[in-house]
């Protein structure tokens, strides 16, 4: 069992950046590939980002491929997403999630998510 917790959201100008954290509960975490995802009003949920749980291959969004990076921190159970040059269509409910399996950009690949925290990007 994991369970996941999102922080670091908040309103940003365009062309800023945001670090968003998930920390994880449970004793596994490193055997865990984790994503981010992300929806927005009226949008459904899609992919951002994944890495693997050596943290050694890690898979972007075409949409935020050299904006984004995703990385991770064994020790602290923690997986990060720096986001860097945010657009106004970046903003949405950010969720990270764990699987078992390979980095994936199909949701139903993860076994836990997380709440959610808002990114709101202004024009």
């Known amino acids: 069992q994991v369970q996941l917790v999102e922080s670091g959201g908040g309103l940003v100008q365009a062309g800023g950046s945001l670090r968003l954290s998930c920390a994880a509960s449970g004793r596994t975490f490193s055997s865990y590939a984790m994503g981010w995802f992300r929806q927005a009003p009226g949008k459904e949920r899609e992919f951002v980002a994944a890495?693997?749980?050596?943290?050694?291959?890690?898979y972007y969004a075409d949409s935020v491929k050299g904006r984004f990076t995703i990385s991770r921190d064994n020790a602290k159970n923690t997986v990060y997403l720096q986001m860097n040059s945010l657009k106004p269509e970046d903003t949405a409910v950010y969720y990270c999630a764990a699987g078992l399996g390979f980095p994936s950009n199909r949701r139903n690949e993860y076994a836990y998510w997380g709440q959610g925290t808002q990114v709101t990007v202004s024009s």
């Open positions: 890495i693997r749980w050596s943290g050694g291959l890690t």
